[in-house]
């Protein structure tokens, strides 16, 4: 069983993988092309109702999908009550958007927003008819249909933006593209998934898998609000083009760490929910996530933020050169997100939501204290505030899974420390390479790039890192020239 279960694993990581390398390369290339075509003020509009659309998305599970993912035997009469309370939150959704719409155009003062809500509100109602499809999806550790469904949609709906984009539509086009991917993601998650709904609807059902989703979706509500409360501040304190440099160097920092948080944790949480009744397998499946994670993020974020001016320059052109510093900042505020959703799977997957609310609780108040005390300063001071908290925030996370699968917050650190130390290093020597004279920023970026690679790479082989060379055999093990040796 524990044989079959690693393989799932192994094959899951992969097609996630797959998913989220495809997914995002799309996404990356689409917005570049974007970024060129359209002014930073038009993704600053829609960076100022991202707050209010990713919250009415939580609603849209509302904690059930979580729950019936975590709930062992999950029976039909589940599964279609979900389905049938998802489009019902769907067409609220919208209904709520339509009469708020004027309030959030007033706020910002931007009339303009007035339609544009109304407009992406309709996501919400698309993604309600394929929100079941793909939890049900992810409960069986399959992720091969909705890489499929990824790709799909974020190529489409990224011809449609581009195009739209070059006709001359401006903000709409990002609309558009929005709207667009909503409708072939569910679409294609009819086409690719053999599941159907039937007729089959209970309260009784609902109220079960409540108790574990009640408190996940009110801690899920905070948590996306607070995710993107500093598009609503930047939005409300500054400006519309002060918000497009930061939704830019955001997407630009968040690509690999978003990409590598959300490929592991959609797989690391319905296999820790396999063996929650297990806390030592649970620990040692824990500290191999984390181990791995911060192999790979450390050295990218601190990485990118050595290479920060050429990077930006390249991709984005001098039009967004004032998003250099808010990029490099959030790359280092970026350090540990992927580990955050570990811990906090792992305290989910024991069914412990009631302790990840509490712990939620403390990590808003410090944000608001943050936002409270250092938005007087600027919008950088934000950032060094954000930083601050990243570190205190992990802390807190670390604090239950230490009392329920006893890896605590020292362990974790010292398991972790060698990753931050060699990739210190190599971001140091990056930076010194950064400061020769007469090099144009293409040449500049490539040279960077390869001596940070080889850096870290010969630093984790010298000093022999687990995570590191468990990796590396499994990839050896994988080459022809390796196979062929082991035969003879």
């Excluded at 799309?26 to 038009?42: H, M």
């Amino acid at each position: 069983m524990a044989d079959n279960l690693k393989q799932k694993t192994i094959t899951a990581l992969s097609w996630s993988f797959i998913e989220a390398l495809g997914t995002r390369s799309v996404q990356f290339v689409v917005g570049i092309i974007l970024a060129r075509l359209l002014f930073p003020e038009q993704f600053g509009l829609i960076g100022m109702l991202t707050i209010f659309i990713e919250v009415m998305r939580v609603f849209l599970d509302s904690g059930f999908g979580s729950a019936l993912i975590q709930k062992k035997n999950a029976t039909s009469t589940d599964i279609n009550s979900i389905f049938y309370f998802n489009i019902f939150v769907g067409i609220a959704a919208v209904g709520l958007s339509f009469l708020i719409a004027p309030w959030i155009a007033a706020f910002y003062n931007q009339p303009i927003l007035t339609p544009l809500t109304k407009a992406l509100s309709l996501t919400i109602l698309i993604n309600s008819f394929g929100a079941i499809q793909m939890n049900m999806l992810t409960k069986h550790i399959n992720f091969k249909v909705q890489t499929k469904v990824s790709l799909v949609a974020g190529l489409l709906s990224g011809i449609i933006g581009i195009t739209l984009a070059i006709s001359g539509f401006g903000v709409w086009s990002l609309v558009v593209q929005q709207v667009s991917s909503s409708f072939f993601q569910t679409a294609s998650y009819w086409f690719f998934s053999s599941w159907r709904p039937a007729l089959l609807f209970s309260f009784q059902s609902l109220k079960e898998m409540f108790g574990f989703g009640s408190r996940l979706l009110v801690t899920n509500l905070m948590n996306r609000f607070f995710d993107n409360i500093y598009l609503l501040v930047i939005g409300k304190l500054f400006s519309a083009t002060s918000l497009g440099y930061f939704t830019r160097a955001s997407t630009l920092q968040g690509l690999p760490t978003q990409t590598l948080s959300e490929m592991v944790a959609r797989v690391t949480f319905p296999v820790f929910s396999t063996i929650q009744d297990d806390p030592a397998r649970l620990k040692r499946g824990l500290k191999k996530a984390l181990t791995v994670l911060a192999m790979v993020n450390f050295p990218m974020m601190i990485g990118m933020a050595a290479v920060a001016r050429p990077l930006v320059l390249v991709i984005l052109t001098d039009k967004w050169a004032p998003c250099i510093p808010y990029f490099q900042l959030l790359c280092l505020a970026g350090l540990l997100v992927p580990l955050h959703r570990q811990n906090v799977n792992a305290v989910q997957a024991v069914g412990r939501t009631d302790l990840y609310f509490r712990v939620e609780i403390v990590k808003k108040m410090l944000t608001v204290m943050n936002i409270a005390v250092m938005w007087k300063y600027g919008i950088n001071a934000l950032f060094y505030g954000l930083i601050a908290f990243s570190f205190i925030a992990y802390y807190l996370n670390c604090y239950y899974t230490g009392v329920l699968i006893n890896y605590p917050f020292k362990e974790q650190v010292r398991d972790l420390a060698p990753y931050m130390s060699m990739a210190v290093v190599m971001g140091s020597a990056v930076s010194a390479v950064g400061m020769l004279p007469l090099l144009n920023n293409w040449s500049l970026l490539l040279i960077q790039i390869t001596v940070g690679i080889l850096i870290y790479v010969a630093l984790c082989r010298v000093f022999r890192l687990t995570a590191f060379m468990e990796v590396w055999q499994a990839i050896w093990k994988r080459m022809p020239l390796a196979r062929a040796g082991t035969a003879e």
